[in-house]
């Protein structure tokens, strides 16, 4: 078996040609969907990911904002710009690249920003909202991730679903996503004892852990649809200075049902869901 390869860079254009139609649409009728970009301190990955969202903006005839930082700014300067655009209503949304520098504190900058302009869906209302089933803003990877099962036709009702990883970010919203798909959802981490156990019985597997090919094919049940979250970029052997993900995709390919690659899989996917959720907070500010 050789799985069928989930391809999120084809994916995501032919959303994204559906965004710009819409945003087309919505500036014919006086407003322009903003985006707000705030980049504190001088990470280079943090500077391509910033770069490559007001990119994708432009593309999609967004209006977009990128505001930069030292890293050494304090952290009042950031809240009154932040405050500023809550209140700004050519800006509807609003995205603080993370991580912010260690006098920073996380939770507060982002609890600062508007929840309906809280398009990285971070804010602990936006938060509840989705562990109701009421979700405004789904995070932009586990968002992008139900894209891959919708477009795939892969029906969750009923499937073993396990999620390597329980971070704010991808792990825990991404469980509740499955959950409310109907998959039975297992959420396993550093301290789960046998993994494999879990992930041999997964329908679906989720890996969202940080370590390169950790995911190797004997953890994999045939047939298996594995969404492979990590970007990691190796750094000894021949395959030095490579990105790859969590999952040993030549191995794993073998044996799973479908997959996605890194890159070119949930990447460009996750940039795309921004988008959504910045085009759907524009269109809900005129309706």
Do not use: W
């Not at 001088?42 to 209006?63: L, Q, T």
């Not at 509840?128 to 968002?143: D, E, H, S, V």
């Not at 679906?204 to 979250?229: E, H, N, Q, S, Y």
């Not at 390919?253 to 996605?260: F, L, N, P």
């Amino acid at each position: 078996m050789t799985a069928r390869i989930l391809d999120g860079n084809a994916l995501a254009q032919t959303l994204r040609a559906d965004f710009k139609t819409r945003a087309e649409a919505l500036a014919a009728r006086g407003t322009r969907p903003g985006l707000a970009v705030i980049l504190v301190g001088e990470d280079p990955a943090s500077a391509v990911y910033v770069r490559n969202k007001v990119a994708a903006c432009e593309k999609a005839s967004f209006h977009s904002e990128k505001i930069v930082y030292p890293a050494d700014v304090a952290q009042d300067v950031v809240l009154a710009k932040i405050a500023e655009l809550n209140a700004n209503p050519a800006i509807h949304g609003i995205l603080v690249q993370l991580p912010l520098p260690a006098h920073f504190d996380s939770d507060r900058v982002l609890e600062a920003i508007a929840p309906a302009k809280d398009v990285d869906g971070f804010h602990a209302e936006n938060v509840g909202a989705l562990m109701q089933g009421q979700p405004r803003f789904i995070p932009c990877t586990p968002y992008g991730v139900t894209k891959f099962f919708e477009a795939a036709g892969i029906d969750l009702k009923g499937k073993e679903a396990v999620v390597i990883g329980r971070s704010n970010i991808v792990g825990k919203p991404m469980a509740m996503l499955l959950l409310q798909a109907g998959a039975t959802v297992t959420i396993c981490h550093s301290q789960t004892r046998d993994l494999a156990f879990h992930t041999k019985r997964a329908d679906v597997l989720v890996a969202a852990v940080g370590r390169p090919r950790f995911v190797t094919a004997d953890m994999v049940k045939p047939g298996a649809v594995v969404i492979d979250v990590g970007i990691n970029r190796l750094q000894d052997g021949p395959d030095a200075g490579k990105l790859c993900g969590d999952v040993d995709f030549d191995g794993v390919r073998e044996v799973a049902g479908a997959i996605t690659p890194v890159p070119g899989g949930v990447g460009p996917m996750t940039i795309t869901m921004l988008l959504a959720n910045t085009l759907e907070a524009a269109e809900r500010s005129v309706r």
